[in-house]
């Protein structure tokens, strides 16, 4: 009876350790995946199309935009078929700041190219970005929370998350609308560079759903 009692007694203990193990995991989980406006944006490592890696803190001290792209997607295109999203790059680039296009998209499923794929398509848009960033296991992207491409994110110099969602405030893949649309990106980076308040922190995005694995 002793014995029995001693197993139950037991194997009780580990049931509840298996338990809280697994929810101190669910939870640290959670809080590695989330990026929330005016805290310290996460920390990540990715390699672009060339190969090279880049880790969002070799950027301290200036501005950088995050980008998530899908050059298969009807919202990118409108974005980058109109020049609106180049034009951005160059303007902003110019100023010293880091823009940073992310890809999610899983193999096999739309938007993930080989590297020679992405240099072609890039420079048949002639895309500004600072680099291109390859996330095929969707960690960065489920990090920060995108859902769509575009999806957008600045980042301070002081590594501060100030703003994250839309591109702007029309959310057509009609090319025509970008002239009359309210650029969120733009506001953004030209109040906080001017030592000005960003009115609008967060939106929602719009655009196609980024393809995650699974």
Not at 129 to 149: F, M, N, P, R, S
Request: aromatic fraction near 10%; charged fraction near 25%.
């Amino acid at each position: 009876m002793l014995k029995k009692l001693f197993l139950f007694s037991f194997l009780s203990l580990g049931l509840l350790f298996s338990n809280n193990s697994t929810n101190a995991f669910a939870i640290g989980d959670a809080k590695m995946q989330t990026a929330t406006v005016d805290k310290m944006a996460p920390e990540f490592t990715l390699k672009d199309s060339k190969g090279v890696s880049h880790n969002l803190s070799d950027f301290k001290g200036k501005y950088v935009v995050l980008e998530w792209i899908n050059y298969d997607c009807p919202f990118v295109k409108k974005h980058y078929e109109s020049n609106n999203m180049q034009s951005l790059q160059k303007e902003y680039t110019s100023k010293g700041v880091v823009w940073l296009s992310i890809c999610s998209s899983s193999p096999g499923k739309q938007g993930n190219f080989d590297k020679e794929t992405i240099t072609k398509r890039s420079n048949e848009y002639k895309a500004k970005q600072t680099a291109y960033l390859i996330d095929e296991d969707g960690h960065v992207g489920q990090q920060y929370g995108a859902k769509t491409t575009p999806h957008c994110y600045v980042v301070s110099p002081e590594g501060v998350l100030i703003y994250a969602g839309a591109i702007d405030d029309n959310p057509s893949a009609d090319q025509a609308d970008v002239k009359t649309a309210k650029n969120y990106i733009k506001e953004c980076l030209n109040a906080s560079m001017n030592g000005k308040k960003v009115e609008v922190k967060s939106t929602k995005s719009y655009g196609c759903s980024v393809k995650y694995k699974g």
